[in-house]
């Protein structure tokens, strides 16, 4: 060992090569942690010109560690913590609900039909605009039922002529007449018997004239008999004239009605108001009464039916929240296709009478006020019906939660910033956050963005997460169903609520 140090104090000038190079080697030598390297890992057995010629090198390595430069060096040299962005969780009141596949319908849909046969000749409306009940749609070819009309008018007014002539009862009249006339023959030839009979008694007068007169007497007798027979058979003539021609003029006047309820029906009106379909017979069709298909449809838009479906034990829970509620009635919501909330609440009005025994769901229907006329038949959307109220529960946004292999678990800050893995269990979710129900506890810092930055054990710089920061909603556009994402379930959460 003495002579490892002997050599060691020869060997800085050869190497350094000059008086400032033999002090720096003294100084070196003279360091107490370059000592007690020398001391302690210079092997026993260490010598010859390999072990002078490499003790200079370690002592260069060792005293740049302990250089104070160096030091600052490399601890600007190491990485800053990752910056994420946290949520402090804390107890919420908020409202579940439950949302539904379900598609818009209309109830009252009308079919447009002709009631007669005719070529279209006019269309007088534009698909898809909406038209008042009463409004002309078609006009067909209104020559023929004009012409059936003016014909009819004439059949009716002669039928009223004939009504009236035996209104007046002529023939029954001159049968009364001729029966009078007959009735005073009598009676003259009745005066003539009586007159002769005392004369022929006292021979005043010829038997003969007296036969004459009994004769005229019987004659007369026998026409006053005729004339009263013609008088009943004039009477029930004319009677029977006269309900028969009565019957005619209201056969005239309903086959008059009907001809011109036919030429009404040539022009093809609207029978509901509401938004009309395409046309499917051009101008230059051919219409008939009996055709399978239909001229247009309309469909009535002030209010709109949607249908959605529940499960067995769904529609019983229902049953059972709606006798709780006071008015009985539960409202519902309507999310459409593009995410947005319907602003008008809907009521559900009735449910179907059976189950579908393929589904093993109960088919309920439900109506909307649409008077802007927005919500078309056939639309698919999501309805939204309130199930329950949860009571100081802990939510997290969705986006914070990771699943794996059916596991889902959220980082948190811990103390001093060091990241932490939790495993939770979540029941609904509520808009845009999950409802935890095990795993996380009020005050704990949830690691939303930045989650793949931090790793469990790391540090971290932990920032307030922001729900309508530009790193989010605005980010992703109007469109993207942050405007729900409140404490409650979001304002539509809250007016549905109500």
Known sequence: M???????????????????????????????????????????????????????????????????????????????????????????????????????????????????????????????????????????????????????????????????????????????????????????????????????????????????????????????????????QARLSTKAQIETTAAQVESQQAALRSSELNLEYATIRAPISGRIGDSLVQVGGLVTRNSAQPLTTIVPLDVIWVRFKLSENEYFDYEQRKASTSNKNIPVQLVLADGQTYPHEGRVQNTVNQVDSKTGTIEVQAIFQNPDHTLLPGQFGRLRMWIKDRKNVILVPQRAVQELQGLQSVLIVGPENQVQARTISTAERVSERWVVTQGLKAGDRVIVEGIQKAMPGNIVNPIPYSVGGPSDCHQKGPRSGCTTSGPDGGPDAKKSRR
């Open 2 to 232: 003495s002579l490892l140090r002997d050599l060691f104090r020869a060997t800085p000038p050869k190497l350094g090569g000059g008086p400032s190079a033999a002090r720096r080697g003294g100084s070196q030598r003279n360091h107490p942690v370059f000592a007690h390297f020398v001391r302690e890992a210079t092997p026993p057995n260490l010598g010859g010109e390999f072990g002078i010629a490499i003790i200079p090198f370690i002592g260069l390595l060792i005293l740049a560690g302990c250089n104070p430069r160096a030091s600052v060096s490399n601890a600007a040299s190491m990485p800053a913590a990752p910056e994420v962005s946290v949520v402090t969780v804390t107890g919420e009141d908020v409202p579940i609900y439950s949302d539904y596949a379900a598609q818009t319908f209309a109830r009252d849909m009308v079919e447009v039909r002709g009631r007669v046969d005719g070529y279209i000749e006019k269309r007088l409306f534009e698909t898809g605009s909406d038209v008042k009940a009463g409004q002309p749609l078609y006009i067909l070819d209104l020559r023929p039922y004009e012409a059936d009309v003016q014909k009819l008018r004439g059949e009716l007014s002669q039928s009223e002529a004939n009504k009236e002539f035996a209104s007046k009862q002529v023939a029954l009249l001159q049968a009364e007449a001729d029966l009078a006339q007959a009735q005073a023959n009598l009676l003259k030839a009745q005066q003539d018997v009586d007159r002769l009979r005392p004369l022929v008694k006292e021979e005043a007068a010829p038997q003969q004239d007296l036969d004459n007169a009994i004769a005229a007497l019987k004659a007369n007798q026998a026409n006053v008999r005729a004339r009263q027979a013609a008088v009943e």
